[in-house]
């Protein structure tokens, strides 16, 4: 034996022998060749370095030309304000409030407007709200106190700390001596550093840049999220505004340094090596030619590797037709082979056959959110998690995506099935550590029993998958047992949806309006749009039964279309028979505001009906609008642009928050019929009614109120100023031929009860 192995060893040493000797010119051009082409490579990377720096540079230059101009042009303003003032004859009070609201609408980073008396106290502020504690208080505490008591002849502004009048302490003042005869002082405006600064960065900044800006090691401003680069690519330049000397530094995140880089090198290097190795190749086929007899030898060697190889394959192949690749589990087809042996089993004994479908809540969120790769390994930890908590005779399999599959055949009875589910919830609804992320998630799980499903393993499948979509309907992170009941239910809404999608196609959908009313008046100020269902014999299906579907399935996008169209040319029409003050209020679902295009379809829509757009009310419900806030704020203000008004509806039955109608545009809060149908006997239903109309009035915000029925509820809206409002009082809900003959007969009044 040792003798061999000291035969087999010499051989391959001799084999190496005449490689080398054969591929000697081979070895020296790649060497050669990959030397140049590193080189290169190297200088090509160089030049690329110098111009993402450039790039960094020319970045921080407008960067800071926008911040001197933006600070130049709040200079302007005060000056410019200050001789106006100096001139005018008017009291400074008839001037004050229009034009300090004029300059917070046009310089949104003016915190507040003071003016000063000659002894430098505090007469006038704007906005009043929140600031009259500044009132009748002397400005101190900022080297400017100085500058403008020695500022007699000087007319330009002077700019420092904000001292006692700022609220943070990166606050800057600025001032302008007002000389008129009748009211000297000073003009001042404060303004916030941090919102001038975001609104240059966030409109000017290149998508993928990080910033900071400094004065003297103290950080006044900072737009970043990454640092990784920030030591490597850091691009710092003097920031001399108005006598400060500010740093500015300028680093690219990763993802924008990569976008920056041409890939050119990497080509160069790439295709250098390629060359090399073409060169390389032909080397070292020439010098190897003459070896090509002992090279067939041993390409039986090489051979049986490989038959061995092929074998290794097959083995695989056939492991992976039966489990999955990512979580080594059973897949879908191992799965159904093993029902179908156990079917045949359970239908002959009184042992149960189960079957739970587990479905993972949300696990799409956290395959958008962290990456695929996180969502592969929280995967491989669900299974695994899953693995330790069954039974020993269970058969766990993954049939896809987030899809787990868990079929018993022995269960004891049914008390042992549901504690299972429960065991299952408990162990999906514990966080999960993948990386450096800690991700909670829940399942949802439809179970099915196989006496159930006639003992057929499509079937069992298939009812534990319509127990799984009823427990996802119930709230997810639940379980349900399918019943015939069940399967029923499924049918008959598979069944309406089957009829809605007709009644859209043989457009069966008609709009109806309700009125709004003026209660002073008793006059129609405006309509609501209401879509209805009307089938061929008359029957009206109302919305509650069909508009969950629509929503569910996506139709409400072509109805919430038709409803839209038909809405403002049916207001056409009415403006043409000279009812122009009415609005049209137009409900907005949550799939629409999802969808890109929903600006420019509303106001196509409206160009088409040629109507003016600020006839024209959105309405979103209160829960949609609290869904989609933080991701459709640019709707919103877009819609507000262009004249249309924004409606909360059924305000106060969600989640109502102050926060929203602060910040965003809204204009009218329509009241929850719920509050207005037990007034004015219920006095917590008085309560909230008022403390909505309270804070509507307040923040300037129409008010509306909604299912108003008795003229004692008018009554009570009337008398805490709420002056419109919608209802059977007033009228139901109406086609527009009966609205037509409505607005003509009384001239737009709404005498009585209509309808």
Wanted: hydrophobic share 40%; aromatic share 8%; net charge negative.
């Amino acid at each position: 034996m040792l003798h061999c192995d000291r035969g087999a060893n010499s051989m391959v040493q001799n084999k190496l022998m005449r490689n080398l000797s054969g591929s000697r010119q081979a070895i020296i051009a790649a060497i050669v060749g990959t030397a140049l082409t590193v080189a290169f490579f190297l200088f090509l990377k160089h030049e690329e370095d110098q111009q993402i720096r450039q790039n960094l540079a020319t970045e921080a230059f407008n960067i800071q030309r926008e911040v001197r101009q933006n600070l130049i042009a709040h200079v302007f303003m005060a000056e410019w304000v200050a001789r106006d003032w100096s001139n005018s004859d008017k009291p400074l009070e008839q001037r004050w409030k229009k034009e300090t609201d004029t300059i917070a609408l046009y310089y949104q980073s003016v915190r507040n407007m003071v003016w000063l008396s000659p002894k430098l106290q505090v007469q006038l502020v704007a906005p009043e709200q929140g600031n009259y504690s500044k009132l009748n208080t002397t400005f101190n505490q900022s080297p400017l106190v100085s500058v403008l008591l020695d500022s007699e002849d000087n007319s330009h502004a002077m700019v420092g700390p904000a001292g006692s009048l700022a609220e943070q302490k990166t606050d800057i003042a600025m001032f302008v001596r007002v000389n008129n005869p009748e009211r000297p002082g000073f003009f001042g405006s404060i303004i916030s550093l941090q919102q001038l600064f975001n609104s240059i960065v966030r409109t000017n900044i290149t998508e993928g840049y990080q910033l900071v800006i400094t004065d003297q090691g103290n950080t006044l401003y900072e737009f970043q999220g990454e640092q990784t680069q920030r030591a490597s690519w850091n691009t710092s330049t003097s920031l001399q505004v108005l006598g400060n000397a500010w740093k500015l530094e300028l680093w690219p995140t990763t993802q924008r340094l990569s976008e920056l880089r041409s890939g050119v090198p990497v080509v160069a290097l790439l295709a250098g090596l390629v060359a090399t190795g073409l060169l390389t190749f032909v080397f070292y086929v020439l010098g190897m030619s003459r070896f090509r007899a002992q090279e067939l030898a041993d390409t039986n060697l090489d051979l049986y590797a490989e038959i061995e190889e092929r074998e290794r394959v097959e083995k695989k192949m056939a492991y992976l037709a039966e489990h999955d690749g990512l979580t080594d589990l059973a897949n879908r087809n191992a799965l159904m082979r093993f029902l179908e042996k156990y079917c045949s089993q359970s239908a002959t004994s009184d042992e149960l056959l189960v079957v739970f479908f587990i479905d993972l809540d949300r696990f799409k969120e956290v395959n958008d959110a962290l990456g695929h790769t996180v969502g592969d390994d929280l995967l491989k930890r669900v299974a695994r998690r899953l693995s330790k908590i069954i039974p020993e005779e269970g058969y766990l399999a993954r049939t896809g995506g987030d899809e787990f599959v868990l079929a018993i055949p022995h269960m004891e009875d049914r008390e042992a099935v549901e504690g299972l589910a429960n065991q299952l919830l408990i162990a999906l609804d514990t966080h999960f550590f993948v990386d450096a992320y800690e991700i909670f998630i829940s399942g949802s799980i439809g179970i099915a029993y196989a006496n159930d499903a006639g003992f057929s393993a499509e079937t069992l499948i298939r009812n534990a998958d319509t127990a799984l979509y009823r427990a996802k309907e119930n709230g997810r992170n639940t379980f349900r047992i399918y019943t015939k009941d069940l399967h029923h239910d499924l049918t008959e809404k598979l069944e309406m949806l089957k009829r809605l999608r007709h009644a859209i196609e043989q457009e069966k959908l008609v709009v109806y309006y309700q009125p709004k009313i003026d209660f002073n008046s008793r006059r129609i100020i405006g309509m609501e749009a209401l879509v209805r269902w009307i089938e061929d014999d008359g029957t009206l299906i109302g919305p509650d039964q069909f508009i969950p579907i629509a929503e569910d399935t996506g139709l409400i996008m072509p109805i919430s279309d038709f409803v839209m169209r038909s809405a403002l040319a049916q207001l056409h029409e009415w403006r043409e028979l000279g009812f122009t003050d009415l609005t049209m209020a137009i409900n907005v679902s949550g799939k629409q505001l999802h969808s890109p295009d929903l600006v420019d379809n509303v106001l196509d829509a409206i160009r088409r009906a040629k109507v003016p757009a600020n006839r024209l009310e959105l309405e979103l419900t209160e829960q949609v609008f609290i869904e989609n806030i933080q991701s459709h704020t640019n709707f919103m203000h877009s819609i507000r642009e262009h004249g249309i008004s924004l409606a909360i509806d059924d305000f106060g039955v969600g989640y109502s928050s102050l926060a929203y109608l602060k910040n965003f545009p809204v204009t009218s809060l329509k009241i929850d019929r719920s509050f207005i149908q037990d007034l004015p006997g219920d006095k917590d239903d008085a309560t909230i009614t008022q403390t909505i109309i309270n804070l509507a009035k307040n923040l300037d915000i129409n008010i509306v109120a909604e299912g108003i029925e008795t003229e004692e509820q008018v009554d009570f809206l009337l008398e805490r100023d709420c002056n419109i409002g919608q209802g059977f009082l007033f009228s139901r809900p109406l086609p527009a031929e009966e609205i037509t003959r409505l607005l003509e007969q009384y001239q737009g009044l709404i005498p009585i009860q209509i309808a």
